[in-house]
């Protein structure tokens, strides 16, 4: 017999196998408040989010520098793809509406395949630290904000959105966790 009809059948099995994986695996869905579940689904519990560390490391007649880093947990046993976490800080002492900084942890993706993503893959009942260097630039209009990250004794609120999917990329629902801090510095 012709060699290529067995790699052609090879083919299809292998085909027809990693299809099946794919349609019947195990899937987790984060439950919704109006409990409509289905029952050949695991309940997943969505993730967990802790402002671990915010301080001034230095600051300057022209710059300031903070450091932020968040504790993000998985209590799943399946893995989730954390892909942005954004937020948002102020001060509260010098203004609790006027945000000083911001940013953005992680990238999501936005074609088919993206190369280079900036996304993170946490594993099931495990935990990751994400940490960000914030540089303020100074200028005359900021002498408060200035005189109050000088002193030893600040006042964060910390406020935000992660995003988070529960399978892969491809598949699996995308969920989004809201959060706010606040943390006052001795």
Known sequence: ????????IAIVILALILGGILLVGPTMVISSQDNTGTQNKLEAKPIQIELTDIYVER???RTATINIAFTISN???RAVIVQTMDYQLFETDYSDSEQISGGEIGSRPTG?????????????????ILKETIELKG????????AIL??????????????????????????ELDF???????
């Open 139 to 146: 200028s005359e209009n900021t002498s408060e904000l200035w």
């Open 112 to 128: 088919m395949v993206e190369f280079g993503s900036n996304y993170y893959t946490l594993l099931g009942e495990n935990s990751i």
């Open 59 to 61: 600051v300057s007649e």
């Open 75 to 77: 209590p799943n046993p």
């Open 1 to 8: 017999m012709n060699p290529k009809i067995f790699v052609g």
């Open 180 to 186: 706010e801090f606040t943390k006052q510095t001795p």
């Open 150 to 175: 000088q002193d030893d004794n600040q006042s964060w609120r910390v406020s935000g959105t992660v995003f988070y999917n529960l399978s892969s990329m491809t598949s699996g629902q995308e969920n």
